[in-house]
């Protein structure tokens, strides 16, 4: 099964792809993290990835495309993978049409004032990625994961002018990627400010209807 996650940034992607992996047999495949991590390890194009994303910039599409497709052709195309973040403009979506079949597009709705704070407000763990936020999740030690005792961090692009231009850049760019899937039946809308149980029951329940 393949499954792709649209939502604005601070919809809870991540969080609804910790519980897939966790729970089902699934890959997580986030652009955002991979080009975070060939930033931290200086990979390839890792400075063109660095000036677009510190300034909350979409990636060229070429780019992006690219990196896509290699990280694709490391598993086997029988593999479920979730893909989070991507695509992110209907010129990755027809991109992405051209390599594999998707099973649905499961698009969180989170209303724009609760965004704000899920992004500013969050926090994630140096050492085991778990992610916090200040507001709603907070760890049980100030700026301290629970599970690994180590430091949290924040994002350099959740700083609050460069969410403004992310959150822009998501309604003119992404939003339209909402009709292109509906337009295909592949759409399935998950109201994204419920509780995280109550979400996850939803996606469970989804992946069950599309596993018989
Ligand atoms: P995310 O972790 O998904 O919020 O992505 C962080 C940043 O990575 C974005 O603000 C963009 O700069 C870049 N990025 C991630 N995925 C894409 C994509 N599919 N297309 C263009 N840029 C992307």
Sequence with gaps: ???????????????????????????????????????????????ELNNYMLKGKLVPDDLVNKIVKSELLNYSPKQSYILDGYPRTIEQAEFLSTITDVDCAIYLDV???????????RRICTQCKKIYNVYFSPPKNDGICDIENAVLSQRKDDDPTVIKERLQLYKES?????????NKNLLVTIFGDKSKESINKEVDELIAKFSK
Excluded: C
């Design 1 to 47: 099964m393949k499954i792709i996650l649209l939502g604005a940034p601070g919809s809870g992607k991540g969080t609804i792809s910790e519980h897939i992996i966790a729970n089902h047999n699934f890959i997580h495949l986030s652009t955002g993290n991979i080009f975070r991590k060939r930033m931290d390890e200086k990979g390839l194009y890792w400075e």
């Design 111 to 121: 209303p724009e004032t609760v965004l704000e704070k899920r992004l500013t407000g």
């Design 174 to 182: 992404t939003m339209p990627l909402i009709d292109y899937y509906a």
